[in-house]
């Protein structure tokens, strides 16, 4: 199993731009399709962004499309989601995961086996 820590997380004004990274310890890692998900209050934890574990594809929600980029680095066993052009409706805790599928990061969410702790992100208008 993976261990994940987030962080980059903070305050930050409309339009401007945080960059989170998720830390991740265990052999597996670098086989592992990875997301980002986030969670505001009051709401469903939603699907942010996932990447291939060779970082050759990836998927977005339309609510980040080309705003947000995933990217990873498997020597540093690092996951980064870059996040530009932020908004008020993307203030949330942002959650790292692991999973051995696509198909469990896009669909069975409650079969990922490995969460981070979560990071603030809070977008004041």
């Known amino acids: 199993q993976v261990q994940l820590v987030e962080s980059g997380g903070g305050l930050v004004q409309a339009g401007g731009s945080l960059r989170l990274s998720c830390a991740a310890s265990g052999r597996t890692f670098s086989n592992a399709v990875m997301g980002w998900f986030r969670q505001a209050p009051g709401k469903e934890r939603e699907f942010v962004a996932a990447?291939?574990?060779?970082?050759?594809?990836?998927y977005y929600a339309e609510s980040v499309k080309g705003r947000f980029t995933i990217s990873r680095d498997n020597a540093q066993n690092t996951v980064y989601l870059q996040m530009n052009s932020l908004k008020p409706e993307d203030t949330a805790v942002y959650y790292c995961?692991?999973?051995?599928?696509?198909?469990?990061?896009?669909?069975?969410?409650?079969?990922?086996?490995?969460w981070g702790q979560g990071t603030q992100v809070t977008v004041s208008s």
């Open positions: 990447i291939s574990w060779r970082g050759s594809s990836t």
């Open positions: 995961a692991a999973a051995t599928s696509w198909q469990t990061i896009l669909s069975d969410q409650d079969e990922i086996g490995s």
